[in-house]
C-alpha cells in the first residue's frame, strides 16, 4: 500500500520561502517516480516537479528556476523547496507516485491529503 502524507504548507510573504515534505512509505521513494501538484480554487490541477526512481527531474515553467525537488531515500521523504514564492503560487499543494512516467501529468494514481501554501502580496 502506497502511502503519502505532506507537511510544510503555510503562510508566508512573497519572496519568501517554503519546503514542502512528503512522507512516502518505504520502498516507494526508490521504486516509484514522484510529482508535486498543485491546485488553486476554481482551477485545475498543475504538475509542477518530477522526480523519477532514480533522479531525474522535470520542472513546469512556471517554477523552473524557483522550486527544486528532491528526495532522500533513506528517510523515504520527497521534498519540494520553494524559493521566490509569489502570490499566485497560493494553492493547496500535493505529492503523487506511481510506477507509471506520468511526468507532469496530474494522472498518478497515489496522491497525498494536500498541504495549504498561502503567498501574500
Known amino acids: 500500500q502506497v502511502q503519502l502524507v505532506e507537511s510544510g504548507g503555510g503562510s508566508v510573504q512573497a519572496g519568501g520561502s517554503l519546503r514542502l515534505s512528503c512522507a512516502v512509505s518505504?520502498?516507494?521513494?526508490?521504486?516509484?517516480?514522484l510529482g508535486w501538484f498543485r491546485q488553486a480554487p476554481g482551477k485545475e490541477r498543475e504538475g509542477l516537479a518530477y522526480?523519477?526512481?532514480?533522479?531525474?527531474?522535470t520542472y513546469a515553467d512556471s517554477v523552473k528556476g524557483r522550486f527544486t525537488v528532491s528526495k532522500d531515500n533513506a528517510k523515504n521523504i520527497l521534498y519540494l523547496q520553494m524559493n521566490s514564492l509569489k502570490p499566485e503560487d497560493t494553492a493547496m499543494y500535493y505529492c503523487?507516485?506511481?510506477?507509471?512516467?506520468?511526468?507532469?501529468?496530474?494522472?498518478?494514481?497515489?496522491w497525498g491529503q494536500g498541504t495549504q501554501v498561502t503567498v501574500s502580496s
Open positions: 522526480i523519477s526512481w532514480s533522479g531525474t527531474t
Open positions: 518505504e520502498y516507494t521513494s526508490r521504486n516509484y517516480c
Open positions: 503523487a507516485a506511481d510506477r507509471i512516467y506520468w511526468w507532469l501529468l496530474p494522472q498518478y494514481n497515489y
